[in-house]
């Protein structure tokens, strides 16, 4: 069985750093593509950063770029996000996400990902 197990949420004051993590578990890492998404409370999922498998393209939301960094090792079938100058606004719920090897569905909607992971909480205080 597939899981994705994030890590690394926390509580942190505006203008701090958080490195999230996702290990997938049940299958090998190769060919996949990954992303993260978030939920605030009272608002729609909104997707944050993903990578390709195939040629490493990689896209953010326009809220997070220059501040986010996805990244992956495949060597440990993990995924990163690291985050700088964080603010309040990115207070939510972090997913990652793993679309199937070969789909052509859009890097950037959530519905292109099948198999997603538990969650973990990212809180900035202002």
């Known amino acids: 069985q597939v899981q994705l197990v994030e890590s690394g949420g926390g509580l942190v004051q505006a203008g701090g750093s958080l490195r999230l993590s996702c290990t997938i578990s049940?299958?090998?890492?190769?060919?996949?593509?990954m992303a993260w998404f978030r939920q605030a409370p009272g608002k729609e999922r909104e997707f944050v950063a993903a990578?390709?498998?195939?040629?490493?393209?990689?896209y953010y939301a326009d809220s997070v770029k220059g501040r986010f960094t996805i990244s992956r090792d495949n060597a440990k079938n993990t995924v990163y996000l690291q985050m700088n100058s964080l603010k309040p606004e990115d207070t939510a719920v972090y997913y990652c996400?793993?679309?199937?090897?070969?789909?052509?569905?859009?890097?950037?909607?959530?519905?292109?990902?099948?198999?997603w992971g538990q969650g973990t909480q990212v809180t900035v205080s202002s």
């Open positions: 049940g299958r090998a890492f190769v060919g996949y593509g």
């Open positions: 996400a793993t679309k199937p090897a070969g789909s052509s569905a859009p890097m950037t909607t959530a519905l292109s990902y099948t198999i």
């Open positions: 990578k390709t498998w195939s040629d490493g393209s990689i």
